[in-house]
């Protein structure tokens, strides 16, 4: 029985948001309005089989691709402030130069924390924890827990040392923004495992209904 204008509006609208490869096999429009999931359910049952394996392989592979794009900054990250200890070791902790405060490495601005080795050791543990993020993909509580912490102690840190002027402020905010851009990335990337597991739930519950 037809339900009239409405189906055939639904239908339509389907129609308009499935996409054909070159085989002209549909898939699945992800800048259409409507849901991935909506999509997927006017598909047939070997398309949607096809569609989600496709989603799978193109979701793993955009996930290393990014994950590998983030560990670039933080490396870099990494190794500026593990050379600037090595340049405030080396000058010597009594020298006349780091009297004045320990510069910090390619802009030569002065660092006046009271306890530069300890910030940066602080710092190298989020960069380490970001790196760990992105290589294990481990999102319990405890992980959760010690994200929570370091971000707390980074930015309170970097907003005691504001005073000494922004630039020392920037400096000891870098791993914090590079922790927090990882952990954002991180959800994304679980959230789109999820919608692809909702998808492969969606057809099993049609084929045992």
Not at 17 to 46: C, F, I, M, W
Not at 130 to 156: F, P
Not at 162 to 175: A, N, Q
Request: aromatic share 10%.
């Amino acid at each position: 029985m037809s339900t009239g204008p409405l189906e055939s509006s639904a239908r339509s609208r389907s129609t308009q948001n499935k996409s054909s490869g070159p085989d002209g096999r549909h898939t699945l429009n992800t800048s259409a309005s409507e849901s991935l999931v909506d999509q997927y359910d006017v598909l047939t049952e070997e398309e949607q089989q096809r569609v989600l394996q496709r989603l799978v392989v193109q979701n793993e592979s955009d996930i290393r691709m990014f994950s590998t794009f983030l560990k670039m900054p933080t490396v870099v990250i990494l190794m500026l402030n593990l050379l600037f200890v090595y340049n405030y070791v080396t000058s010597g902790f009594g020298s006349v130069d780091n009297f004045a405060g320990p510069k910090m490495p390619i802009s030569g601005v002065r660092i006046y924390t009271e306890h530069p080795i300890v910030a940066t050791e602080l710092s190298v543990v989020m960069l380490q924890f970001a790196l760990y993020l992105l290589s294990y993909e481990r999102w319990d509580r405890l992980t959760k827990s010690l994200l929570a912490a370091l971000l707390v102690l980074g930015t309170a840190h970097a907003l005691v040392c504001r005073k000494s002027g922004v630039f020392e402020f920037g400096w000891w905010m870098l791993p914090v923004v590079d922790l927090i851009a990882v952990s954002y990335a991180q959800l994304n990337m679980r959230r789109s495992r999820e919608e692809i597991k909702d998808l492969a739930r969606s057809t099993y519950h049609v084929k045992s209904a």
